[in-house]
């Protein structure tokens, strides 16, 4: 079983800048691919992007490439979404999942 615990949300306004952690315990997340989802306000939750158990990112979102990406720290067994130039309609809440296992998911608020 592994625990997934999301943190770095916030408020911003339109153009600026967030890192999302996903931090997990109770397994060393190192052989297994994550992904970063969101789901805003009456709508369905949906996959922003994947980074596989080798490093590769996949899956990226249409409306945020160029501007999100995902990065992992080995050591910390945490996952980061990086998010850039962020816009109104990115606010949602945003969610990791490995596995059958999901975060809480942490708010993300971008007023323009």
């Known amino acids: 079983q592994v625990k997934l615990v999301e943190s770095g949300g916030g408020l911003v306004q339109s153009g600026g800048s967030l890192r999302l952690s996903c931090a997990a315990s109770?397994?060393?997340?190192?052989?297994?691919?994550m992904h970063w989802f969101r789901q805003a306000p009456g709508k369905e939750r949906e996959l922003v992007a994947t980074?596989?158990?080798?490093?590769?990112?996949?899956n990226l979102l249409d409306s945020v490439k160029d501007r999100f990406t995902v990065s992992k720290d080995h050591a910390n067994n945490t996952v980061y979404l990086e998010m850039n130039n962020l816009k109104p309609e990115d606010t949602a809440v945003y969610y990791c999942?490995?596995?059958?296992?999901w975060g809480q998911g942490t708010q993300v608020t971008v007023s323009s």
């Open positions: 109770g397994r060393s997340f190192s052989m297994y691919t």
């Open positions: 999942k490995t596995g059958p296992n």
């Open positions: 980074m596989t158990w080798n490093g590769e990112i996949t």
